[in-house]
Nanobody
Framework: QVQLVESGGGLVQARGSLRLSCAVSGRTFSLSVMGWFRQAPGKEREFVGGITWSGGNTFYTDFAKGRFTISRHNAENTVYLQMNSLKPEDTAVYYC??????????????????WGQGTQVTVSS
């Protein structure tokens, strides 16, 4: 089992920044990829970006490139999502998720069996 706990959400003005954290516990040796997703009211959950647990390689969806950065501190079993130049349309509940598979479609929610509880990010205009 893997447990994930997000923190760091809140209210921020447009063009501001936030850093979300995801504390990982449990069978961390089995992790392959950590993903960040978000879900706005009335919309489907969408992929933001991901990082490989061992190598730290990152990949992002188009709207995140250049504004969001994912990093990890393996010694502390923590993954971060640094969000800059935030826009009102970034308002959503943000989730971290853990995958165990070696390869696959890591932008799909189905690749991640473990999820955190989510943290609300609200960007005011």
């Amino acid at each position: 089992q893997v447990q994930l706990v997000e923190s760091g959400g809140g209210l921020v003005q447009a063009r501001g920044s936030l850093r979300l954290s995801c504390a990982v516990s449990g069978r961390t040796f089995s992790l392959s990829v950590m993903g960040w997703f978000r879900q706005a009211p009335g919309k489907e959950r969408e992929f933001v970006g991901g990082i490989t647990w061992s190598g730290g390689n990152t990949f992002y969806t188009d709207f995140a490139k250049g504004r969001f950065t994912i990093s990890r501190h393996n010694a502390e079993n923590t993954v971060y999502l640094q969000m800059n130049s935030l826009k009102p349309e970034d308002t959503a509940v943000y989730y971290c998720a853990a995958s165990l598979i070696a390869s696959g479609d890591f932008v799909a929610t189905q690749a991640y069996p473990y999820w955190g509880q989510g943290t609300q990010v609200t960007v005011s205009s």
